[in-house]
Nanobody, 122 residues
Framework: QVQLVESGGGLVQAGGSLRLSCAAS????????MRWYRQAPGKQRELVAV???????NYADSVKGRFTISRDNAKNTVFLQMNSLKPEDTAVYYC????????????????WGQGTQVTVSS
């Protein structure tokens, strides 16, 4: 069984910073793309940032230049450094990862964390 556990959310004033972490654990064989999504109240879940196993990154236009995604492959962990936060960044942030597990090493599946709340006050 695989678990993704996010941490690092909280309440911050506009202009401040937060660093989110998401650690994947369990019978993991390999990890490919890892992503951060967010969902604000009344809105659809949106992709914020994605990183490949080789370190290539891509960002939503709304966070470019402010957020940085990174990963530690040895620890199956992905990070999201969020700077210059704005009230419109307020949302529940979810991590997502494409993994294979022991015994099923040719089957890629997508796993989700439970989410962590980020609230930015004006």
């Amino acid at each position: 069984q695989v678990q993704l556990v996010e941490s690092g959310g909280g309440l911050v004033q506009a202009g401040g910073s937060l660093r989110l972490s998401c650690a994947a654990s369990g019978s993991i064989f390999s990890t490919n793309f890892m992503r951060w999504y967010r969902q604000a109240p009344g809105k659809q879940r949106e992709l914020v940032a994605v990183i490949s196993s080789g370190g290539s990154t891509n960002y939503a236009d709304s966070v470019k230049g402010r957020f940085t995604i990174s990963r530690d492959n040895a620890k199956n962990t992905v990070f999201l450094q969020m700077n210059s936060l704005k009230p419109e960044d307020t949302a529940v942030y979810y991590c997502n990862a494409d993994l294979t597990i022991m015994g099923f090493t040719s089957t890629w599946r997508s796993y989700w964390g439970q989410g962590t709340q980020v609230t930015v006050s004006s």
